[in-house]
């Protein structure tokens, strides 16, 4: 990847680690200041009687996000800036990203999913072409499609989030929606973007 589109990969990939780090963020407050609301309010008995299943303790989804998100960011970072060339090094360090993404998505009951987006540029980034690579790109793409509430539920039961939205009047929930699909949003535009940044790399190669 020459120069250019080298340090525009570069720019957008690092705003989308951000942006996913913020997204995550933001369903980990809202999970645990929406617990501490039910309980100042005495809304326990209700919100426990709508959902599907016992919520975790906000302790440790705070705890294990902040954690994984910290360990993504070495991963990250740590190829970034030390350009790996061994192969296999390179491939586990994909498949940590993986694993630490799949289990954030569980963590915060599989609101988001977005993350594993991020990875598959990420993995783009660093891979060499060859069988690995197509394997572990597809499977990133079947990741992001089944991890999804309404599929997973099929067989194990999470809280939905939205049930966490509900307990707030019309405006803050409206707000909170607001942001959830802005957030969402702009994480889809910077994937589009890595991916004609990369598609007109390759056009220029051939050329």
Do not use: W
């Not at 009951?109 to 783009?124: E, K, Q, R």
């Not at 909170?176 to 990369?198: C, D, P, Q, S, V």
């Amino acid at each position: 990847m020459n120069r250019t589109y080298g340090l525009f990969f570069f720019i957008v990939k690092n705003t989308m680690f951000i942006l996913n780090v913020i997204i995550v963020l933001f369903y980990v407050a809202v999970i645990a200041i929406t617990t501490k609301y039910i309980i100042g309010n005495d809304l326990a008995r209700s919100f426990l009687d709508k959902v599907m299943y016992m919520p975790t303790a906000p302790v440790y989804i705070i705890s294990g996000s902040v954690g994984l998100l910290l360990c993504l960011a070495y991963c990250v970072y740590y190829r970034e800036f030390n350009n790996i060339r061994n192969k296999t090094i390179n491939y586990l360090y994909s498949l940590l990203e993986v694993v630490i993404s799949v289990i954030l998505i569980f963590l915060i009951y599989l609101s988001y999913n977005g993350i594993i987006l991020f990875v598959f540029c990420d993995c783009m980034y660093h891979l060499k072409k060859g069988l690995k690579y197509q394997v572990l790109l597809v499977a990133l793409g079947l990741i992001y499609l089944l991890a999804n509430y309404e599929i997973v539920t099929y067989f194990y039961p999470l809280v939905n989030i939205e049930e966490y939205f509900l307990v707030y009047d019309a405006s803050i929930r409206n707000c909170l929606i607001i942001i959830k699909r802005l957030l969402e949003g702009f994480n889809i535009i910077l994937f589009i973007m890595i991916m004609i940044i990369y598609i007109f790399k390759h056009i220029q190669e051939n050329q």
